[in-house]
């Protein structure tokens, strides 16, 4: 199985601030890693896919980058809404693996 | 609007089953692989299973977690994915998601391919495991 390591675990900001997370993989999936958000009692919401594609209707503030171990997701300029749990997730083979979250929140 | 809602939740016993159910509209059901992911209380996201398409060949894969005790079907007629649940254990009790294993194709600095993303999901059933 791919394991994944997300960091850091858990994030304080402020609003306008820039926040990056990373997701690590242990081996190379290329660029079959999507980021997800997922707010308080709700569903996760897809934001990007294949490393740096976003979403249709996510606004730009949020970016990924990244291929082969190494990946990158960041809030620009944060937004009151941003302030949710993060998830890595690689597609590149089963059993789909899931990074163990970063719960952002308000400093 | 592409949905998925589902259904068949609740509380159950140690050593019984339960089945889920996902009922999707919006988009051509049949042309889609399916994944389970169900998210323990206070924890993180778990994959528990897929079903492809017919197209490709309409198997199943799953987490060792729960291989052997679960079984993903699906009835493309009715546009229904289900989660059939046997031995269940207190360690299952979990909200379980469906979602669509959406495969398209895209344009990466690396080149183009074909990628798969979990898009979109379920508003989640809780499925309590307790005596």
């Known amino acids: 199985d791919i394991q994944m390591t997300q960091s850091p675990s858990s994030l304080s900001a402020s609003v306008g601030d820039r926040v990056t997370i990373t997701c690590r993989t242990s081996?190379?999936?290329?660029?079959?890693l999507n980021w997800y958000q997922q707010k308080a009692g709700k569903a996760p919401k897809l934001l990007i896919s294949?490393?740096?594609n976003l979403q249709s209707g996510v606004p730009s503030r949020f970016s990924g980058s990244g291929s082969g171990t190494d990946f990158t997701f960041t809030i620009s300029n944060l937004q009151r809404e941003d302030f949710a749990t993060y998830y890595c997730?690689?597609?590149?083979?089963?059993?789909?693996?899931f990074g163990q979250g970063t719960r952002l929140e308000i400093k | 609007e592409v949905q998925l809602v589902e259904s068949g939740g609740g509380l159950v016993q140690p050593g019984r089953s339960l089945r889920l159910s996902c009922t999707a509209s919006?988009?051509?059901?049949?042309?889609?692989?399916m994944s389970w992911v169900r998210q323990a209380p206070g924890k993180g996201l778990e994959w528990v299973g897929f079903i492809r398409s017919k197209a490709y060949g309409g198997t199943t894969e799953y987490a060792a977690s729960v291989k052997g005790r679960f079984i993903i079907s699906r009835d493309d007629s009715k546009s229904i994915a289900y989660l059939q649940m046997n031995s269940l254990k207190a360690e299952d009790t979990a909200v379980y998601y469906c979602t669509r294993d959406t495969l398209d194709v895209v344009v990466v600095p690396d080149g183009i391919g074909d990628y798969t993303w979990l898009d979109p999901w379920g508003q989640g059933t809780l499925v309590t495991v307790s005596s």
């Open positions: 919006g988009f051509n059901f049949g042309d889609d692989a």
């Open positions: 997730q690689q597609s590149y083979s089963t059993p789909y693996t």
């Open positions: 294949a490393a740096s």
């Open positions: 081996q190379s999936i290329s660029s079959y």
